[in-house]
């Protein structure tokens, strides 16, 4: 349970929580699968891909430049050297048409951030790439309800401590609501603030985690973003 | 001039201003001329690479990863669709060196830190890719004399406006130092706060600007990061 009378400000996460993203992800990687379908079977395409998305993370980090970089060493990986400038354009191309692809908020995102901000103060918190990230949020007509966006190279306590000094506020008076039981849930439990689950039909395999055994202090779980309305 | 008295906060850009960094990026052009050699020569190659650069920034921003999916585009271009698969390995390869590249500090920028981190809040405020950035920060060995890193996607009068926001003082009271005339300086001295140039050896051709002509109102520019010290 959650002690809702603390709360001062209310963090989104933003990618899977206001708007669908890992669903255009899974498209791009169906794409390069069909690009790759002449050198090796899709099943076997993608978890090279996979492989090379992890094993890039540290040197790379999120986003869509780190995985068309991905999507192109696997593809050399795949090809044993073979691959062709074609198929380089092909996959730089996909890069583009991701970043450039149009916001679709979930049902209720945008009513519920514009009642929510009449009461508290409403912020995004992502990772990823920052450029991008920014770009989203502006692009989905949400930020005339938000007073801040944090984009962070990693979501881990480190960064969420930071944050919430940054705000000046407690960590009882912060909630966080995501999608994510790895960057939006745990690391925020750990530092004592409140987290929302809101699970999404799609999420990233490498953000995957599960909520079934977290303890119910400063927590709870929900199925739609527009149910937080009727909690708040 | 610059009224010294009021200064609370000393904000200090990081790539050609605390540490070589431009230098790294024309050897890497320099690498990348020399793999299209075969194809075109060097000063043609590298107009186009420019060009790429420029074109893509709204769609990339700035940063390695952009710079390496400039060089591949750009290649496509060169080799008019003939490159090989050996080559794009070359180029992500010659990103990976340059993400990796270490922190060549300039002269004087730890001492100079050092002594006004204990006068004033320094912080770093630069542009690019989030966790590019960050990790040079770290890497830099000079955390630990900073109270903020902060890393805008653009370097405008609106993003300084909110970070003197956040920072919660006044534009008086806020110095950059940097080694950009459109970035560090411009944007900072056109909403009332103060800047110091420091002209660097190598300056990306995107950042270059002329200094000669911007009034001395609330701004000064020195030849070295140490003369700070004396100034200040």
Redesign the interface.
């Known amino acids: 349970m959650i002690n809702l009378k603390n709360i001062k400000v209310i963090s989104f996460d933003a990618d899977d929580t206001l708007w669908q993203n890992e669903k255009l992800f899974r498209k791009t990687e169906c794409d390069f699968c069909k690009l790759m379908a002449h050198y090796i079977e899709p099943t076997k395409a993608l978890k090279i891909l996979w492989n090379m998305e992890v094993k890039n993370i540290p ?4 986003g869509i ?2 995985f ?2 991905d999507m ?2 696997a593809a ?1 990986k795949i ?1 044993k ?6 198929e ?2 092909q996959i ?1 191309n996909l ?2 048409k991701l ?2 692809s149009p916001i679709v908020l979930f049902e209720g995102a945008e009513n519920t951030l514009k009642k929510l901000s009449k009461k508290y103060k409403i912020i995004v918190t992502t990772k ?5 990230q ?1 770009n989203k949020v502006y692009r989905s007509g949400l930020i005339k309800y938000l007073r801040h966006i944090e ?3 990693e979501k881990n306590k480190t960064s969420y401590v930071r944050l919430i000094k ?1 705000l000046n506020i407690k960590p009882k008076e912060f909630l966080m609501v995501g999608n994510s039981v790895k960057s939006d849930i745990l690391p925020v439990l750990a530092l004592g603030a409140n987290a929302v689950f809101i699970p999404s039909q799609f999420t990233w395999f490498y953000e995957d985690g599960d909520a079934s055994k977290i303890p119910s202090k400063n927590f709870m779980k929900l199925e739609k973003i527009s149910q937080l309305i009727k909690m708040l």
Request: hydrophobic share 40%.
């Open positions: 040197c790379y980090g999120y430049k780190a068309v970089l192109l060493e050399l090809s050297g073979k691959m062709t400038a074609a380089t354009k730089i890069g583009k970043i450039k990823g790439d920052l450029l991008e920014e984009v962070m190279s940054e």
